[in-house]
């Protein structure tokens, strides 16, 4: 994926302001017509196809768009290179319209090409090329839908991302789970681990190429650093009995966590430098599931020190920490947004487990999703988006859904098998 990154634009120039307008309230999705991306040579018709079907997919996913079924299009091949006939496209009822071609250059690589127009104005709102290798055409993919998707709405995309996760397979006995990653859309499953033993709560390293996660194998649970691209694995550190939840600081140098001793947990942070720990905080409660804020300030967490688990913030270097959820039920796994204005966190209550967001001072509750047995939420890079899992009980097991922070729009994300535990990376560079 590192030839990826090196990605050759940009060619275009945004003319009008149309923009989506995202509100908490009724919204219905803007249509986009996306005909297939044209073919430079013969034998990129394939690949054109395939852009095209995977730029539909994400932006039809995201619940902002209505992609127009190519059948009522009175046009089915467009020329990059002139304007449209933007009379045939207002005549599908089209608000917006994505050109594209993909052609093979001679020294093997591709060459992928896409205008973005506002139909009503006919003017160009985007209009990009990249060069990179044919194998990475599921990419050039995912960074047009993110470039349409940040003109329409005024935000980052999250398309071009990727998921790390659970795979579980086998019966609920004798279940096999291993470390596995994919894209955001559930292509491209690369299995980490060989299953020979226990993986728990994978998170990304700011940088998207590493990732921290927990390992049952002989003796004490240990956290593990490991780099997605080389395979290479390290021990963040030996600690005495058992710890939980690693999660990287923002700025990628700093491990938090949390250390059983006895029956309390608390709160640790290694520096990934010089392996010193620090303490952070020291009750005779649980406190366990750290996460940062995006800016490094604070940390979130959950603490049963008030009788029942709740959500705290702290200082990060530690101090006192104020409570902030204060509904019915029990509040776990906490995680901050990536635009630091949502926690999200699991409910339980009442016979149910919820998904929910909240301000960080607490206000703003709302619950996005709730049933048996919903849990882990993760951000899209983006803060739009929340990713978790839902076990439904019985002789089944977990599958990973989404939902729009708004609380609209939740879907299930395609796995090989069962899957729990998702961490979102953030964008891909």
């Given at each position: 994926?590192?030839s990826a990154g090196a990605l050759l634009g940009l060619q275009g120039t945004?003319?009008?302001?149309?923009?989506?307008?995202i509100t908490e309230g009724e919204f219905a999705p803007v249509p986009i017509?996306?005909?297939?991306?044209?073919?430079?040579?013969?034998?990129?018709?394939?690949?054109?196809?395939?852009?095209?079907?995977?730029?539909?997919?994400?932006?039809?996913?995201?619940?902002?768009?209505?992609?127009?079924?190519?059948?009522?299009?009175?046009?089915?091949?467009?020329?990059?290179?002139?304007?449209?006939?933007?009379?045939?496209?207002?005549?599908?009822?089209?608000?917006?319209?994505?050109?594209?071609?993909?052609?093979?250059?001679?020294?093997?690589?591709?060459?992928?090409?896409?205008?973005?127009?506002?139909?009503?104005?006919?003017?160009?709102?985007?209009?990009?090329?990249?060069?990179?290798?044919?194998?990475?055409?599921?990419?050039?993919?995912?960074?047009?839908?993110?470039?349409?998707?940040?003109?329409?709405?005024?935000?980052?995309?999250?398309?071009?991302?990727?998921?790390?996760?659970?795979?579980?397979?086998?019966?609920?006995?004798?279940?096999?789970?291993?470390?596995?990653?994919?894209?955001?859309?559930?292509?491209?499953?690369?299995?980490?681990?060989?299953?020979?033993?226990?993986?728990l709560t994978p998170r990304f390293s700011p940088n998207s190429q590493e990732?921290?996660?927990?390992?049952?194998?002989?003796?004490?649970?240990?956290?593990?650093?490991?780099?997605?691209?080389?395979?290479?694995?390290?021990?963040?550190?030996?600690?005495?009995?058992?710890?939980?939840?690693?999660?990287?600081?923002?700025?990628?140098?700093?491990?938090?966590?949390?250390?059983?001793?006895?029956?309390?947990?608390?709160?640790?942070?290694?520096?990934?430098?010089?392996?010193?720990?620090?303490?952070?905080?020291?009750?005779?409660?649980?406190?366990?599931?750290?996460?940062?804020?995006?800016?490094?300030?604070?940390?979130?967490?959950?603490?049963?020190?008030?009788?029942?688990?709740?959500?705290?913030?702290?200082?990060?270097?530690?101090?006192?920490?104020?409570?902030?959820?204060?509904?019915?039920?029990?509040?776990?796994?906490?995680?901050?947004?990536?635009?630091?204005?949502?926690?999200?966190?699991?409910?339980?209550?009442?016979?149910?487990?919820?998904?929910?967001?909240?301000?960080?001072?607490?206000?703003?509750?709302?619950?996005?999703?709730?049933?048996?047995?919903?849990?882990?939420?993760?951000?899209?890079?983006?803060?739009?988006?929340?990713?978790?899992?839902?076990?439904?009980?019985?002789?089944?097991?977990?599958?990973?859904?989404?939902?729009?922070?708004?609380?609209?729009?939740?879907?299930?994300?395609?796995?090989?098998?069962?899957?729990?535990?998702?961490?979102?990376?953030?964008?891909?560079?």
């Amino acid at each position: 994926m590192a030839s990826a990154g090196a990605l050759l634009g940009l060619q275009g120039t945004s003319f009008a302001q149309k923009r989506i307008t995202i509100t908490e309230g009724e919204f219905a999705p803007v249509p986009i017509a996306i005909p297939n991306f044209a073919a430079g040579t013969p034998g990129d018709a394939e690949v054109g196809v395939g852009v095209t079907q995977v730029i539909t997919n994400n932006l039809k996913r995201s619940g902002l768009f209505a992609p127009i079924d190519q059948a009522a299009y009175l046009e089915k091949q467009i020329n990059i290179d002139a304007a449209p006939n933007f009379n045939n496209w207002k005549a599908i009822n089209a608000q917006a319209l994505v050109t594209g071609r993909m052609t093979r250059q001679a020294n093997g690589r591709v060459k992928a090409e896409f205008r973005l127009w506002d139909v009503n104005t006919g003017q160009q709102l985007a209009g990009q090329q990249y060069d990179t290798s044919a194998d990475y055409w599921r990419r050039i993919a995912h960074i047009i839908s993110d470039q349409v998707y940040e003109r329409m709405t005024g935000e980052k995309g999250y398309f071009d991302s990727r998921v790390v996760f659970i795979d579980e397979t086998g019966s609920k006995e004798r279940r096999v789970k291993r470390l596995a990653i994919m894209d955001q859309d559930g292509a491209n499953v690369r299995y980490l681990t060989r299953g020979a033993d226990l993986v728990l709560t994978p998170r990304f390293s700011p940088n998207s190429q590493e990732i921290t996660y927990m390992e049952f194998g002989q003796g004490d649970p240990r956290v593990y650093l490991f780099n997605i691209e080389t395979g290479q694995r390290e021990i963040v550190g030996n600690f005495p009995g058992m710890s939980f939840s690693p999660r990287f600081s923002p700025d990628g140098q700093r491990i938090i966590m949390s250390l059983q001793q006895g029956g309390n947990s608390n709160l640790f942070v290694m520096d990934l430098r010089s392996k010193s720990t620090t303490r952070l905080t020291d009750t005779p409660a649980i406190d366990t599931s750290p996460s940062y804020a995006p800016d490094g300030s604070r940390i979130c967490f959950e603490s049963d020190r008030g009788g029942k688990p709740q959500i705290y913030v702290m200082p990060a270097t530690g101090g006192g920490a104020q409570r902030i959820s204060f509904g019915e039920g029990s509040y776990s796994t906490p995680v901050w947004s990536p635009r630091g204005d949502y926690i999200a966190f699991t409910k339980q209550g009442g016979g149910q487990f919820a998904i929910g967001i909240m301000k960080p001072d607490g206000s703003g509750e709302r619950i996005l999703t709730a049933g048996f047995h919903n849990e882990g939420p993760t951000f899209s890079p983006n803060g739009r988006v929340v990713m978790f899992f839902r076990d439904p009980g019985g002789n089944g097991g977990p599958s990973l859904y989404t939902v729009d922070v708004s609380g609209r729009n939740e879907l299930k994300v395609p796995t090989p098998g069962f899957a729990s535990d998702p961490a979102w990376s953030p964008l891909l560079s």
